[in-house]
């Protein structure tokens, strides 16, 4: 089905390209996880098994981390990536990447989480291509199916809504749609769950930054409504990839098996684990 025709956004870029750097979030203070960025994972911190997954992605030319602690600024350095210091007091990931792509040469910013270790580098390339091709958006994010009722219940995921052109429409902690009868729900109804990886053009990232929360934004407690509340156009990408991340210390345990299961380290612990 041809998508129907949308004026193009005031700020989007021409299709012709455009330069995509991708900025990976880091700071120390992680109030359920300090220091996790560093923390090891399968013999590496884990901020580089990010870093050496986003710059797998052919549509990134360059992948850098923003930072407000000197002790990870220098370990990205030291396993071969450009760390960007950013101020500590920072109150979003967002506002950190948005700080530090002021530093960079940049068409497209790629909001890499910092805690995700198996990032899929062709996700990341789908993503750029949906906004270097198509000037309708000023974003975009990725969705994936919710699988179960008790997950599309779950305040801790968020669910989004997209329209026929796979334009985002809102995001929630609470089950959306909402099915008022559901002895006589919708044929094939498919919930989604908003994966946390973020594109912005730059002149919309600079404009999202610049504005106060609104109130949605505080409901939900989901920045991403201030995007859609100022009026941005955010693409989603859907894909069957839900990604791995790492927020307590116990999940480096799940994690690091499932690094096992694809070969990207032994079986058994890592090299001087004790």
Not at 109 to 121: A, H, K, M, R
Not at 194 to 222: K, S
Not at 236 to 259: C, F, K, Q, W
């Amino acid at each position: 089905m041809t998508p129907p025709t949308i004026a193009p956004s005031p700020t989007a870029r021409p299709p012709a390209g455009g330069r995509a750097v991708g900025v990976i979030p880091a700071r120390w203070g992680s109030t359920r996880f300090p220091g996790k960025s560093l923390a090891p994972v399968g013999g590496k911190p884990l901020v580089q098994w990010v870093c050496e997954r986003a710059s797998r992605a052919s549509r990134l030319a360059e992948v850098c981390v923003a930072t407000d602690d000197a002790r990870i600024a220098k370990a990205v350095s030291e396993f071969g990536f450009r760390a960007v210091m950013t101020r500590p007091d920072h109150p979003s990931g967002t506002d950190r990447v948005a700080e530090a792509a002021r530093a960079l040469e940049a068409d497209i910013v790629v909001n890499i989480q910092g805690d995700e270790p198996l990032i899929e580098p062709a996700l990341i390339d789908e993503l750029v291509s949906a906004l270097t091709e198509d000037t309708r958006w000023d974003m975009a994010t990725a969705a994936c199916p919710i699988r179960t009722e008790e997950e599309a219940r779950r305040p801790t995921v968020c669910k989004v809504l997209m329209d026929k052109a796979g334009g985002a429409l809102y995001f929630s902690r609470h089950a959306i749609p909402f099915v008022r009868d559901p002895d006589r729900a919708p044929a094939g109804l498919t919930r989604w769950r908003h994966i946390g990886i973020y594109l912005y053009r730059r002149p919309f990232l600079e404009r999202l930054v610049a504005a106060p929360p609104c109130m949605l934004e505080q409901a939900e407690c989901l920045e991403q409504l201030r995007a859609l509340y100022l009026g941005g156009r955010i693409r989603v990408v859907t894909t069957e990839h839900l990604g791995l991340g790492v927020d307590v210390p116990a999940d480096v345990a799940e994690v690091e098996s499932e690094m096992r299961a694809r070969g990207l380290i032994p079986a058994g612990p890592p090299k001087g684990a004790t």
